[in-house]
């Protein structure tokens, strides 16, 4: 069984930040990719940002220069660092791993989400 325990959400005001932590535990055997989204009530979840285990990042554009993804491949975590926010970034934000099973197999899982809130 594998899993992904987020922390890190919270209330902020505009142009504050926030660090969202993200850590995977179970049977892995190796991390491909890890990622964080997010969704907002009525829309479809997004890809915000993502790193592999070679180092490749990724962001969405409105994320740009904001918003830091960093990993620590030894650990199997990732974190989000989230800065100058904006009462748009409120949203869900959701951990994503993609991962090698001893089997060797490709699979994925998501964490439980953690409200951030970004508000005066």
């Known amino acids: 069984q594998v899993q992904l325990v987020e922390s890190g959400g919270g209330l902020v005001q505009p142009g504050g930040s926030l660090r969202l932590s993200c850590a995977a535990s179970?049977?892995?055997?190796?991390?491909?990719?890890m990622g964080w989204y997010r969704q907002t009530p009525g829309k479809e979840r997004e890809l915000v940002a993502g790193?592999?285990?070679?180092?490749?990042?990724t962001y969405a554009d409105s994320v740009k220069g904001r918003f830091t993804i960093s990993s620590d491949n030894a650990n199997n975590t990732v974190a989000l660092q989230m800065n100058s926010l904006k009462p748009e970034d409120t949203a869900v934000y959701y951990c994503?791993?993609?991962?090698?099973?001893?089997?060797?197999?490709?699979?994925?899982?998501w964490g439980q989400g953690t409200q951030v809130t970004v508000s005066s």
């Open positions: 994503k791993a993609i991962y090698l099973t001893y089997s060797g197999y490709i699979s994925s899982v």
């Open positions: 179970g049977s892995i055997f190796s991390i491909n990719a």
């Open positions: 790193t592999t285990s070679g180092g490749t990042t």
